[in-house]
T-cell receptor
């Protein structure tokens, strides 16, 4: 596929469990972003990967949240010991990355809807 | 902290009318602005962007206006169609080392009545 894909599309988990959310960016895109969107709200920035640089983790809400990007492509967002307030749609986006080359035009995946019961 | 916000949370228009969605921003260092459209159950879709050295940019049926003096951004949709019904978000980027990091506003729900 040509777009950003995310899996699973829906995830229901019990409070206290760990979850992993996956993002496959557009091939060749060097920048990858994770956002969180609560019901009826805007997007909240979580973390940003650009090439081989250290990720910008400034948006992660707590140390229960972490993300990895392996081989400059696929990324996994991990939430440990999930809480009910973690329930949201988690969106991944990718962009060409380099300034002047469409760096800002972020292409979003369909999101993973996480429900913590 | 500095943020991007919207004046109107909802907007209802008749098919064929023009729509204007507004956005205020407070970070004077922001140098890049984007409008996204989000349909129900989908991720946001890029519509149009504008850099701070411009005050107007046009796309297909859409125009973005930027007024840096009052820190105001608007999206104009011409001849609005039912397929335009969605939530519209403005987003800003403050540049610097995190040039890809966007701050999103809360969104405006646009409903187009046939």
């Amino acid at each position: 596929g040509a777009g950003v894909s995310q899996s699973p599309s829906n995830k229901v988990t019990e409070k206290g469990k760990d979850v992993e959310l996956r993002c496959d960016p557009i091939s060749g895109h060097t920048a990858l972003y994770w956002y969180r969107q609560s019901l009826g709200q805007g997007l909240e920035f979580l973390i940003y990967f650009q090439g081989n640089s250290a990720p910008d983790k400034s948006g992660l809400p707590s140390d229960r949240f972490s993300a990895e990007r392996t081989g400059g492509s696929v990324s996994t967002l991990t939430i440990q010991r999930t809480q009910q307030e973690d329930s949201a749609v988690y969106l991944c986006a990718s962009s060409a990355g380099a300034v002047g080359q469409g760096a800002y035009e972020q292409y979003f995946g369909p999101g993973t809807r996480l429900t913590v019961t | 902290g500095e943020s991007v916000g919207l004046h109107l949370p909802t907007l209802s228009v008749q098919e064929g009318d023009n729509s204007i969605i507004n956005c205020a921003y407070s970070n004077s260092a922001s140098d890049y602005f984007i409008w996204y459209k989000q349909e129900s159950g989908k991720g946001p879709q890029f519509i149009i962007d504008i850099r701070s050295n411009m005050d107007k940019r046009q796309g297909q049926r859409v125009t973005v206006l930027l007024n840096k003096t009052v820190k105001h951004l608007s999206l104009q949709i011409a001849a609005t169609q039912p397929g335009d019904s969605a939530v519209y978000f403005c987003a800003e980027n403050a540049g610097g080392t995190s040039y890809g990091k966007l701050t999103f506003g809360q969104g405006t729900i646009l409903t187009v009545h046939p």
